[in-house]
């Protein structure tokens, strides 16, 4: 698998990052172990979950293979903080106390050192930015953390994020956010790329198959073992469900009948591709369904499908 740089950094990550948030509650123990085993077997390295995710089940999970599967060094360790559970209900924080002992967790869970790139997974509108900033530093400057990025922010939030960082001499620099994009959700490209673009950072979509919709598999209705019919994810998924969706995704279709390609293949390659994208985050249940994603790596859009995407799925 092709590696690119993340932003203006010397890490290099696979094009394609495996994405772990089902791991622990949607997906067991032995899918985990095959879907790492693909992933890395075809070359990927930057594997990428949260604290938030299944509670700890994702990184715990992730912890155990770790040294067993695939050599600690040989891969790319993201994890998030600043989502957690709290007394009424979702819990959001990025204050500085609350984000480094969140990472403490995480690296136990995981059974790491440090990890390679430790995001801060939403904004805090309640926690001065530069608190929150801080946190960053002091994971770098303990080895906690290698790099460190931002999640979720807009683009003026990653600008202001980015710009104090480089503005006072000894701040370890942010240079990622990683962002919901896909052809189901291009607003990202409104402020999100160009500032990434201005400022060097590396983008990492999340949910780059409209959350698993642009693979086509709601086009006759909710499959049985599909995420819409989790508990989990139904509401998450069902966001796509709409008309709009519907146009975009028999577009995909369309093309990728007409090339010999899955829908998934098509819709990945288009958003892998995007200027400014560093590495699109891919999940799966199964690693049959991970191994469908995998297979764009020698895949490339022809320009003309790709302008006819870009037509039918811009936001007007």
């Known amino acids: 698998m092709q590696q690119r740089y993340l932003g203006r950094t010397g890490l290099k990550v696979s094009r394609l990052g495996l994405g ?17 085993k693909a992933f890395t077997e075809a070359g990927g390295t930057l594997i990428d979950t949260a604290a938030a995710y299944g509670d700890g089940a994702s990184e715990e999970l992730l912890g155990t293979l770790l040294g067993d599967v695939v050599p600690r060094d040989e891969v790319v360790v993201a994890t998030k903080a600043g989502v957690g559970l709290g007394r009424g209900g979702r819990r959001f924080e990025a204050s500085r106390g609350y984000l480094l002992r969140t990472l403490d967790a995480s690296l136990r869970r995981l059974q790491v050192e440090h990890v390679d790139l430790w995001q801060v997974h939403v904004w805090d509108d309640h926690t001065p930015l530069e608190e929150t900033l801080a946190a ?50 291009r607003g990202a490209e409104a402020e999100v790329l160009p500032a990434a673009r201005a400022l060097g950072l590396g983008v990492l979509p999340w949910s780059p198959l409209g959350r698993g919709v642009l693979t086509g598999k709601y086009r006759g209705g909710t499959p049985a073992d599909s995420r819409a019919a989790s508990p989990h994810f139904a509401e998450f998924v069902r966001t796509y469900l709409d008309e709009r969706s519907a146009r975009i995704v028999e577009a995909v ?7 010999d390609w899955s829908p998934l293949e ?18 799966a249940r199964t690693a ?24 039918v799925s811009r936001q007007r």
């Open 20 to 36: 772990v948030w089902s791991w622990g509650r949607d997906t067991d123990e032995h899918e985990a172990r095959d879907q790492l």
């Open 136 to 185: 960053l530093d002091h994971a770098v400057s303990t080895g906690r953390a290698s790099y460190v990025g931002v999640s979720n922010y807009t683009g003026w939030q990653s600008a202001q994020a980015a710009t104090w960082q480089r503005a006072v001499p000894g701040r370890a620099p942010v240079v990622s956010n990683q962002v919901e994009y896909s052809l189901l959700n």
């Open 253 to 259: 279709a369309r093309a990728a009948d007409g090339l």
């Open 266 to 283: 098509v819709a990945l390659a288009w958003v892998r591709d995007r200027p400014g994208v560093t590495a699109p985050i891919v999940g």
């Open 288 to 311: 049959a369904q991970l191994r469908g994603s995998l297979g764009v790596e020698e895949l490339e859009l022809p320009a003309q499908i790709t302008e006819a995407l870009d037509d």
